[in-house]
Structures are given as structure tokens and as C-alpha cells.
């Protein structure tokens, strides 16, 4: 992808006050949800042209590419923008654990029980 393409993309990512946007991660070929990270401009760019995601660490305030340390490595296989162009949807090839835990999603340690609902043509195919 070029330089421009990049950039245009760029231009439609609405970035929060602190230069970030959220970018939801998704395993490629399951739709599994892997975790959440942040990107700010550099790290979308690095991400869109390395095929490789990178993040940007609101704590150690540094880039961090996945997998450089544990080895589980995030591949690049698709990115979308959102329709208000705050939140990114990356596609990826997990090798490995995708949670600093060491598990492989971010989402399957505090399961909640919310009140499950029912459309109403599920209702009616019940009876």
C-alpha cells in the first residue's frame, strides 16, 4: 500500500483527544476476538505497510509490535474502519497467545450473565 493510500485512510480515522484509536483484534478465519489495543497515526501506518500490528503502550509510552518479545505474532490479514471512523477492526493470523496472560483471547477470563434477548422471529420459529 502506498504512502498516499495510507495517508487517505489516515484522514478518515477519527483519533481521540490523546492521538488514539481503538483497534479491536480478530482472528482472520474463526471471527474469534482476540484483545483490544491502541494506535496512534505511526502505529496504524507501521501496521497497514509491515503486515505486522502495532500497538502504541499508554503505559511504557512506546510502540510495541506483537510478538517481538513472546513470540506470538499477529499477521496482518485484513483492517476496516468503522462507519464513524473511531475504531479499527484488524483481522489477523494469531500465532500463540494473544492476552498478556498467556491466553489466547483477552475476553475469556471474566464471562458475565446478562438477561439473554430473543428476536422475535427466534420466538416465533420456537413454538
Not at 4 to 27: H, M, N, P
Not at 47 to 67: A, C, I, L
Amino acid at each position: 500500500m502506498s504512502t498516499t493510500e495510507i495517508d487517505e485512510a489516515l484522514s478518515r480515522i477519527r483519533f481521540t483527544e490523546a492521538g488514539l484509536v481503538a483497534a479491536i483484534i480478530q482472528q482472520w478465519d474463526t471471527r474469534e476476538v482476540l484483545m483490544m489495543g491502541w494506535m496512534d497515526a505511526e502505529a496504524f501506518r507501521r501496521t497497514m505497510s509491515e503486515g505486522r500490528v502495532t500497538f502504541w503502550s499508554r503505559s511504557r509510552q512506546e510502540y510495541w509490535r506483537k510478538g517481538d518479545t513472546s513470540g506470538h505474532v499477529q499477521y496482518v490479514k485484513g483492517l476496516a474502519i468503522d462507519c464513524d471512523g473511531d475504531t479499527l477492526l484488524v483481522t489477523v493470523d494469531q500465532i500463540g497467545a494473544a492476552c498478556h496472560t498467556g491466553t489466547r483471547t483477552c475476553f475469556d477470563a471474566d464471562q458475565l450473565s446478562p438477561v439473554v434477548g430473543e428476536s422475535p422471529e427466534a420466538a416465533r420459529e420456537d413454538r
